[in-house]
């Protein structure tokens, strides 16, 4: 295992080393941002006026299907999933992850899953037309064909996030370092440690709801057909025991980088870091019993809605919890504001508004007004854009370093996290007075009432849609001219294994595991006993 | 725990690669042959090439193993994946028996114009007087549903007709004063036979795993033959059973929600039991071979770990489609 990354594009095809695939998840999931933001550019841009412009309406709602298919499991999850191969064995001491050629795979499934998704775009028909959440009957009887290249390429999806996932829990169970107990793992361990149970438990659900479509559709089933006894809400009871599970397998990853990140740029210690694993364990369960507050309009008994109402408020306090302990980690630490921190505190507020609306939407006699207008939309993308990808952005700035053993520009981090903040508030904020006001979401045209608020909200995503490009110029001028660097820590604060390493780090790390000191969780003395030997770093990276 | 610096971690491999690309044309293989008109021949290619990556993945894994690179700790890795893979499982069965409870206890009452538990009282709602009056005018709540919400309304005309007969233990057609007189009927009955074989076959595959680890290969080997038998046994009756209900039942995937949950969690267990016996049909050559010493028999492990799973599986299955199908 002595020796550096292979020569060539075989490198990446063929690799089995855990930074060589984070490196993959990340481009991908960039380039589909980037995809599903085009998506969402052409969204806006219809929606700018009233009436009909530039897109036909069935095109319009196979892009907002898109969009979400192409941002959710695309973009941010493969996102997460590529931090957590870069950065889970750098911070539990492992040599990599444990199945790395299993690694390998659960990459390499996604760019064939997204083609075949993508192509359906061109098919006859066009593509999937029901939304990202695919309700039957609108993805069943009234489908087009590609609806099945959907189902498809939606299995090897999963089997790709499955396979991802129990790599994920093997290496957080297995391949820590001595010393390294579970409750001195980083919070960004924990919280991707839980993620990757909750999709191993969800993702064979989704598996299963669209069998269940592939068979009504094909084979005569009649799972979402009441004529054969059967019931189209229970498709959505199906899908949002997944669905509702998967939004806190988008954001428990942010929490965790967040939690990361705040600390280090506080130069204090996590507040009340064991409270923060039980809150992530208690979010994970609750996660499992609260979907039906997708379905307040659906027709459920008094007793559902009531069950499913008080459940969901009951996330507001483990989440709460999270709030409050990021607070108190700033609360009088010697604070800077670098770009990751700019991003992060930015998480903690809007992700927090976002939290409230979410509060909002859960009371079951008041979302009857909401349900499916602009307020939802406005509603998610808080948590979804400034929660995820706010923090997937604040981790890139924060390891980037790390990873290239270049510093990004200050000036211009700063420069496009006030664009982003910017831009990202005037597209959402006002789609919470068009949701309130009645706008329905999905829809290409709009009564003239909502005329102004939706132009502001257009201009927004375009700003926002240029703060992105903003970040792919930092990142591509960082990677190739960014100062070097070569202090092992970086940034003056931060704790953790990752930061004993060299920078860049090397192509392998922790061949010989490091050994943990007893000692309080987050004080900087516990992490090295016996010192990795660096002199066999520099062995490793001159043989390659 | 991390040992000092022996985890083995693969060199480079193209195996992988083509493991995605064989997904990738065999999902849009798939996709393309059910569309009407559609042909298998993109799906084949794709699982002929998944056949030959796994042979060689397999292999290699083996490989691997007997040249000593896996340590106790990968091991452990192989370990954890499997048992998280079997959870997996687990919650794709999941989704198809809740799928079952939900049609069978709210559903169903619901199209009937009834309550479902009715936690505060059993009025039915609004919703559900309206369902039955409106739309589904004559259905009447029942399971297994022998006449669909469809023929109620549409007769003779209806998509989706109700089967003949039901899988469901023949006893519940006498009263329970009959019961032992008409135990006779439970002979011909093929799901308890085939829980008879699956239950023994769990033991029998034990008994295998006990003969490895005390090192007496032939008893190892003749239990795991005869699990493999099993299986090809149960995979027999339970074709035999399929072709009772389409040519004589007239219970077939389009006879509503009956048909569609009773093939569906059949079939999926069906092919889970397949895959299974497939697996230890593997590792019985492996066992032959001579592969499997007393203390290294992960393979053999997972492999019987799986069966366990499927013979558990089996037994919610007995009891909610069949026995209170
Ligand atoms: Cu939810």
Redesign the interface.
Known sequence: MAHGPAKGLGRWLFTTNHKDIGTLYLLFSFAMFLLGGAFAMIIRAELFQPGMQLIEPEFFIQMTTMHGLVMVFGAIMPAFVGLANWMIPLMIGAPDMALPRMNNLSFWILPFAFAILVSTLFMEGGGPNFGWTFYAPLSTTYAPDSVNYFIFSMHIMGASSIMGSINIIATVMNMRAPGMTYMKMPLFVWTWLITAFLLVAVMPVLAGAVTMMLMDINFGTSFFNAAGGGDPVLFQHVFWFFGHPEVYIIILPAFGVVSQIIPTYSRKPLFGYSSMVYATAAIAFLSFVVWAHHMFTVGMPIAGELYFMYATMLIAVPTGVKVFNWITTMYRGALTYETPMLFSIAFVILFTFGGFTGLMLSVAAADIQYHDTYFVVAHFHYVMVAGAVFSGTAAVYYWLPKWCGRMYDETMGKVQFWVAFIAFNITFMPQHFLGLAGMPRRYSDYGLQFTDWNMVSSVGAFLYGGAQLLLLYNIVRTVKYGQLIDDPKVWEGAIGLEWLVPTPAPYHTFVKPPVIKEGAVGAEEWLIDETPSYASYKTVTDAG | ??S??T?Y?????????F???A??V???G???W??EGGDPFIFLCGLALMTVVMWQ?WSLVIDENMQGLADE??K???V??ML??I???V??F???F??LF??RF???A??GGEA?FG??DNTP?D?AVANNEL??TGYERQWP?ME???QAVNGES???KGPDRSMSLPLWEYPVSQWLSKLYTLLPWLPLWNTVILLTSSFTVHVAHNGLKAGDRAVFLRYLGITVMLGFLFLGLQVAEYYEAYAHYGL???S?????TF??LTGFHGAHVTLGTVMLLIQLVRGMKGQFSQDDQFGFEAASWYWHFVDVVWLGLFLVVYIFG
């Open positions: 725990m991390a000092e610096g985890y971690v693969p060199e480079q491999s193209k195996l992988p690669i493991c995605a690309a997904m990738g065999m999902a849009f798939a996709a393309s059910v569309i993945w700790q990968l452990h890795s192989y954890l994946g998280w893979f959870f997996s499982e919650m794709f999941a989704a198809f809740g799928a939900y049609v709210f559903v169903n619901w199209i479902s936690m505060f709602t919703a739309l589904w549903v669909t919400p469809d209806a998509l989706f077939t995937l389009e509503g929600i009956y048909g569609t093939f569906m």
